[in-house]
């Protein structure tokens, strides 16, 4: 099996905060690292991370009918995971801006 990292940029995410009675609508940016056969599958494998993770599945609440998306902006192989936090790195948050349809 191959190292490799994937750089993912998750949109549309409801996330519930504790200060905040209603979810926001945020985006991220994290790091996942899996092992694959190949660099075809990594990044498929490294979504597949996301959906399983508990901590992001717990903190996001959005309806079936708008569901978040998760994009798979780069692949790289590596020769090890040494050094590296086991399977993703922490999410990088960003609020993302209202829609022009959205109600204010």
């Known amino acids: 099996m191959k190292k490799f990292r994937a750089f993912i940029h998750g949109k549309n995410f409801a996330i519930r905060e504790d200060d905040r009675p209603e979810p926001h ?3 991220f940016y994290t790091t996942v690292y899996v092992e694959t056969a190949d660099f075809a599958t ?3 494998a490294a979504v597949e991370v996301l959906h399983n993770d508990e901590e992001l599945r717990a903190m996001t609440s959005n309806d079936r009918t708008d569901p978040p998306t998760l994009d798979v902006e780069e692949v790289q192989e590596l020769e090890t ?8 790195e922490p999410f990088v948050f960003y609020e993302e801006p209202k829609s022009p349809t959205s109600a204010t």
């Open 25 to 27: 609508i945020r985006g």
């Open 42 to 44: 990594a990044g498929l």
């Open 81 to 88: 995971f040494e050094g590296v936090r086991l399977p993703r």
